[in-house]
């Protein structure tokens, strides 16, 4: 339900000192209090403020200017950079999906769990069609099982509230011998198969996966399946590094 909640009047007025500022860097605050109509020592108040976050720094001249940091630009760049990473992310997706003939899906750790956070769905009449959002178990799933040996151990024992038993270990080894996992534990009507990709530095990032019917994606169909869900995420993993 959401509720009536009164915005900052102050934060509105830093906000806005900063606007004016990277417009018409740089800036004085008496150019300043006269363009926005607002009284001088609001102005140098705001100014201080992002001055101390790092968002603007003083240009000492005849007089005190202000301008803004790289602050800004790096946050935007950052932004973009993981914009980029999604589309790239979606594209690989899409290829696999219409490689397998199955739903292929981005899984990564949120939060205090897995979950599901791109999909390209299957043209197939009959598919399965996870919901972006939506949590994965750890112990059943084949995400939980290929990118639980690349997690810190604080992360494994958060994952799943305590250590891990013999049989989820069994299950780790084997998925890490082979280099991908398939499991049809979490819903006995489809078959995944993930295998995990990893960023620049060797850490797992999450792990490309398929999805479909298990009665289409029989056991023996696995390894084929597996090889191209494995090329993928060493695809990603690659792209990701550059």
Request: charged letters at 25%.
């Given at each position: 339900?959401?509720?009536?909640?009164?915005?900052?009047?102050?934060?509105?007025?830093?906000?806005?000192?900063?606007?004016?500022?990277?417009?018409?860097?740089?800036?004085?605050?008496?150019?300043?209090?006269?363009?926005?109509?607002?009284?001088?020592?609001?102005?140098?108040?705001?100014?201080?403020?992002?001055?101390?976050?790092?968002?603007?720094?003083?240009?000492?001249?005849?007089?005190?200017?202000?301008?803004?940091?790289?602050?800004?630009?790096?946050?935007?760049?950052?932004?973009?950079?993981?914009?980029?990473?999604?589309?790239?992310?979606?594209?690989?997706?899409?290829?696999?999906?219409?490689?397998?003939?199955?739903?292929?899906?981005?899984?990564?750790?949120?939060?205090?769990?897995?979950?599901?956070?791109?999909?390209?769905?299957?043209?197939?009449?009959?598919?399965m069609v996870p919901r972006i959002g939506a949590a994965v178990p750890v112990r059943e799933s084949a995400t939980?099982?290929?990118?639980?040996?690349?997690?810190?151990?604080?992360?494994?024992?958060?994952?799943?509230?305590?250590?891990?038993?013999?049989?989820?270990?069994?299950?780790?080894?084997?998925?890490?011998?082979?280099?991908?996992?398939?499991?049809?534990?979490?819903?006995?009507?489809?078959?995944?198969?993930?295998?995990?990709?990893?960023?620049?530095?060797?850490?797992?990032?999450?792990?490309?996966?398929?999805?479909?019917?298990?009665?289409?994606?029989?056991?023996?169909?696995?390894?084929?399946?597996?090889?191209?869900?494995?090329?993928?995420?060493?695809?990603?993993?690659?792209?990701?590094?550059?």
């Amino acid at each position: 339900m959401w509720m009536a909640v009164k915005g900052s009047s102050t934060a509105a007025r830093v906000l806005t000192v900063f606007e004016a500022v990277a417009a018409h860097q740089p800036v004085g605050v008496a150019t300043l209090s006269r363009m926005l109509e607002m009284d001088k020592s609001a102005v140098q108040r705001a100014l201080v403020t992002l001055a101390e976050q790092g968002w603007i720094r003083a240009r000492e001249e005849s007089s005190t200017r202000w301008e803004t940091t790289p602050r800004i630009l790096n946050i935007a760049h950052s932004s973009r950079s993981k914009s980029d990473r999604r589309q790239r992310i979606q594209q690989v997706l899409e290829q696999l999906a219409e490689q397998t003939g199955e739903t292929a899906m981005f899984n990564e750790p949120d939060g205090s769990g897995l979950t599901v956070s791109q999909v390209a769905e299957s043209r197939q009449a009959l598919r399965m069609v996870p919901r972006i959002g939506a949590a994965v178990p750890v112990r059943e799933s084949a995400t939980g099982r290929v990118l639980f040996p690349h997690l810190s151990a604080e992360r494994q024992r958060e994952l799943l509230s305590g250590p891990a038993d013999a049989e989820f270990r069994k299950l780790v080894d084997d998925a890490g011998e082979r280099g991908y996992s398939a499991s049809s534990e979490v819903n006995e009507a489809s078959m995944t198969i993930a295998a995990p990709v990893f960023e620049a530095d060797g850490r797992a990032l999450g792990a490309i996966a398929i999805s479909g019917p298990a009665e289409r994606m029989v056991p023996e169909q696995h390894p084929e399946l597996a090889t191209a869900v494995r090329r993928a995420a060493a695809e990603l993993s690659r792209d990701l590094a550059d």
